[in-house]
T-cell receptor, first 109, second 115 residues
Framework: EDQVTQSPEALRLQEGESSSLNCSYT??????LFWYRQDPGKGPEFLFT???AGEEKEKERLKATLTKKESFLHITAPKPEDSATYLCAVQAGTYKYIFGTGTRLKVLA | DTAVSQTPKYLVTQMGNDKSIKCEQN?????MYWYKQDSKKFLKIMFS???????INETVPNRFSPKSPDKAHLNLHINSLELGDSAVYFC??????????????FGQGTRLTVV
């Protein structure tokens, strides 16, 4: 069965304290792995798409990497405005995205 | 200009009522979705439509009836609302090519509260 698991469930960091979020997946024939950011009361906002193992994408303080079994979202020197829930999703079949339960990140000033 | 817009943003209603949520996308995408997000923030797919045709129905009770009048619109009608239907409902869209899809773009969500 296709499945996505994210860890940790919640993470508190001091401003400037770098860390990584994990997304482990089991899917038959990965067609894409997606990272989203969700702020309270809003819809998920797209961050990155990764298609093949070894691929990396960067945007400001965020860097996403992909292996055959998992993806990491590295956050370098985070700021309080990076506080949000980060969601990972895989494309399972052409018309379906399966989401993980997310990591709630809190960055303290 | 909002890419995926859904209305209303908030919906409070009594058990047994019927309600609708509307969704429109101006991205020119050919695939639209309804997702349900529970209190633990888990997003679960309900329906997928491609070019107005229902592709995926994830064992959703038949009280939920999606309708896609055209590629840019996907509405969700819910009959006989129950307490357990309380959640945030998200509409999304994406573009497909060669069996793949781009990232999905989400609306701002409709918070449904059944009392």
């Amino acid at each position: 069965e296709d499945q996505v698991t994210q860890s940790p469930e919640a993470l508190r960091l001091q401003e400037g304290e770098s860390s990584s979020l994990n997304c482990s997946y089991t899917v038959s024939g990965l067609r894409g792995l997606f990272w989203y950011r969700q702020d309270p009361g809003k819809g998920p906002e797209f961050l990155f798409t990764l298609y093949s193992a070894g691929e990396e994408k960067e945007k400001e303080r965020l860097k996403a990497t992909l292996t055959k079994k998992e993806s990491f979202l590295h956050i370098t020197a985070p700021k309080p405005e990076d506080s949000a829930t980060y969601l990972c999703a895989v494309q399972a079949g052409t018309y379906k995205y399966i989401f993980g339960t997310g990591t709630r990140l809190k960055v303290l000033a | 200009d909002t890419a995926v817009s859904q209305t209303p943003k908030y919906l409070v209603t009594q058990m047994g009522n019927d309600k609708s949520i509307k969704c429109e996308q101006n991205l020119g995408h050919d695939t639209m979705y309804w997702y349900k997000q529970d209190s633990k923030k888990f997003l679960k797919i309900m329906f997928s439509y491609n070019n107005k045709e229902l592709i995926i129905n994830e064992t959703v009770p038949n009280r939920f009836s999606p309708k896609s009048p055209d590629k840019a619109h996907l509405n969700l009608h819910i009959n006989s609302l129950e307490l357990g239907d309380s959640a945030v409902y998200f509409c999304a869209s994406s573009q497909g090519w060669d069996g793949m899809n781009t990232e999905a773009f989400f609306g701002q969500g409709t918070r449904l509260t059944v009392v």
